[in-house]
């Protein structure tokens, strides 16, 4: 297992920015592609964005596509979330994880970190 910690959730007003860090204690976590998954209450978690091992290849779910950006810093064990122009429907628990492969067909690999919470106010 590799834990993991997310952290930069917030409170913001629509339109607002947040940007969202995870990071990893073991440095294999480098050599995994990684994903940005998001659970609102009463909701299916879903993975909203993917990164792949080297930080080339990135996607996104259409929701979030233009307003989100991944990118990974793998001398840091670090993946992050930046969020642009947040709208209400972005409030959920965000996760990160590592992934089996690097398109949104992905599936999450490993325990759960503790998350953390985005919440936008219209």
């Known amino acids: 297992q590799v834990p993991l910690v997310e952290s930069g959730g917030g409170l913001v007003q629509a339109g607002g920015s947040l940007s969202l860090s995870c990071l990893a204690s073991h440095r294999t976590f480098r050599d995994f592609d990684l994903g940005w998954f998001r659970q609102a209450p009463g909701k299916e978690r879903e993975l909203v964005a993917i990164?792949?091992?080297?930080?080339?290849?990135?996607s996104y779910t259409d929701s979030v596509r233009g307003r989100f950006t991944i990118s990974r810093d793998n001398a840091k064990n670090a993946v992050y979330l930046q969020m642009n122009s947040l709208n209400p429907d972005d409030t959920a628990v965000y996760y990160c994880?590592?992934?089996?492969?690097?398109?949104?067909?992905?599936?999450?690999?490993?325990?759960w970190g503790q998350g953390t919470q985005v919440t936008v106010s219209s």
């Open positions: 994880n590592r992934v089996t492969k690097a398109d949104l067909t992905a599936t999450p690999i490993g325990a």
């Open positions: 990164i792949d091992w080297s930080g080339r290849l990135t």
